[in-house]
């Protein structure tokens, strides 16, 4: 506040709530998140985020014991009494969704917004009963009001204030005040990065006092911390070499903008006319208003795309309405039982698919290494893929979780008749890097998976014939059977 200009201390939102009001909110927090992350790997996230959340508020460090057992799993059945409490306080009457504009300002305090973070605030939103949409309006006002106010800044107002900077011996830092955790943490700034804060923009979005917390770290230091090498992204990343057995890997921007989380959807396979291109499946996406597509190997998803629609096309539209109404489609799986005309066009499919079987596992433990770089930003990440890209997202997930600092990168996960193994044992690993949900849509009825899987079928499942039987929060199957002819 002071280098912003500001003559008296700004209060956060949060704090502007009376005692009982913030009580209810730290301990609702609290609760969410033991709910949420309930696993041990995730109790160093739980409890550092509910001792700055404590300070944040300015809560007295007694009540620091209480907080970190509901963070621990206790006092889960108060969760709608302190939801009650917190919407009383006559701050929230007219307007409750400014406890989602200070978790925002929380959880961006420090540049990074963690995915485990983003989970925690849609989940507060909903308790709330406040529309999700508010959120994603607020990140992208909030995105756009910072943008503009770094625009702003000419190039001799910038020239002037690196004089003075110098003149000062001023060391290129911004403390984090009110939400400094521990007391001394700083960001160290380079060179042109060391901009004036922009809480005053900020403030039109989530009003002054909230903007003072948040423009305290928000200028353009945070942007290049949430944005990534230079600001360029994923748009500026492009495999220059051959890396291993991979030829192709590259982003592709579905839509124009920038946002505080993005997608990146992988399409499974190409072919001849509508589905020629990457971005063709993902006109209609709704999720993230910042989306990118995954272009790979597109040489042999073509031929394994045209190998498919001529199998389609051709040879079983002619034998649908005998063979396979008694075969294929009456469930019967095991290879002996295909009839014997249509493993005589086996060899179309399996060269292909075993190629592509193979590099889309090599593809997805690439991305793993992408964005564990954090080539996207520290930015919350949603993955959709389908068919083959739905693989490459499963194996960039398993080499994620044999990765350290891999948590709160994945908020979602979305795989849709994947050719992958289907028992629980596999899909274990992948839940500790995912902090939303990971969705197995299948299809008992997708015969055409069913024949080219077969070779492997007959000894294990296969997630996108059947759901998941995982136990565990995160894990939600989706039968699209209805929806797909």
């Known amino acids: 506040a002071e280098q912003a200009g500001e003559k008296e201390p700004c209060v956060l939102l949060g704090q502007q709530l009376g005692e009982p009001g913030r009580f209810a909110y730290a301990a609702l927090c609290g609760i969410s998140l033991a709910q949420l992350f309930p696993e041990k790997e995730q ?15 300015d809560l007295p460090e007694a009540v620091l014991p209480a907080m970190a057992a509901f963070a621990s799993g206790l006092g889960g059945e108060g969760t709608e009494t302190f939801a009650q409490i917190l919407l009383k306080d006559p701050i929230l009457k007219e307007n409750p969704g400014v406890i989602t504009q200070d978790l925002l300002s929380f959880s961006l305090r420090d540049g990074y917004y963690d995915a485990r973070a983003r989970v925690l605030i849609c989940h507060i939103t909903w308790l709330l009963r406040i529309p999700l949409e508010e959120l994603e309006v607020l990140e992208e006002s909030l995105l756009e009001s910072l943008k503009e106010q770094k625009e702003e800044e000419s190039d001799t107002a910038e020239i002037s204030r690196k004089k003075k900077e110098r003149r000062k ?28 804060l922009v809480a005053a923009g900020a403030a039109t979005i989530i009003g002054s006092a909230g903007a003072a917390a ?70 209609s996406m709704l999720q993230s208003s910042e989306q990118y597509c995954l272009a790979w190997e597109s040489k042999y998803l073509m031929e394994l795309g045209n190998a498919l629609d001529s199998l389609l096309n051709g040879f079983v539209n002619m034998m649908a309405q005998e063979a396979l109404k008694f075969t294929v489609l ?16 086996a060899s179309v499919i399996d060269n292909p698919w075993g190629v592509c079987i193979h590099r889309s596992a090599e593809v997805g433990k690439h991305l793993a290494h992408i964005l564990l770089s954090r080539q996207q930003g520290k930015r919350p990440v949603t993955l959709i893929g389908f068919s083959l890209g739905a693989r490459v997202i499963y194996f960039c997930l398993q080499e994620m979780a044999q990765e350290k600092d891999s948590q709160g990168i994945i908020e979602d996960v979305v795989l849709l008749g994947a050719p992958v193994e289907g028992e629980a044992k596999y899909w274990k690993a992948i839940t500790k890097v995912v902090s939303g949900r990971i969705v197995n849509g299948y299809c008992r009825g997708d015969w055409l998976l069913r024949f080219v899987y077969r070779t492997s079928s007959v ?27």
């Open 330 to 345: 009456s469930g019967i799986v095991t290879a002996l039982t295909w009839p014997a005309s249509l493993l005589t066009v």
């Open 43 to 57: 109790s160093s996230f739980r409890m550092e985020f509910i001792e700055g959340f404590v300070k944040w508020l």
């Open 169 to 196: 011996k001023l060391k290129r830092y911004l403390l984090i005040g009110l939400a400094t955790v521990g007391g001394g943490t700083v960001i160290g700034l380079t060179g042109g990065l060391a901009a004036p």
């Open 214 to 283: 948040l423009g305290s770290t928000a200028g353009i230091a945070v942007m290049a911390s949430l944005f990534g090498a230079a600001g360029a992204g994923l748009t500026g990343y492009k495999m220059k070499k051959r890396v291993g057995a991979i030829e192709e890997f590259e982003f592709l921007p579905l839509t124009e903008g920038k946002q505080l989380h993005i997608t990146i959807a992988i399409t499974g396979w190409l072919c001849t006319g509508k589905y020629g291109s990457f971005t063709a499946p993902w006109s």
């Open 459 to 485: 000894q294990i499942n296969v997630a996108g014939l059947q759901p998941v039987d995982l136990d565990d929060r995160r894990m939600v199957n989706m039968d699209l059977s209805s929806i797909v002819s």
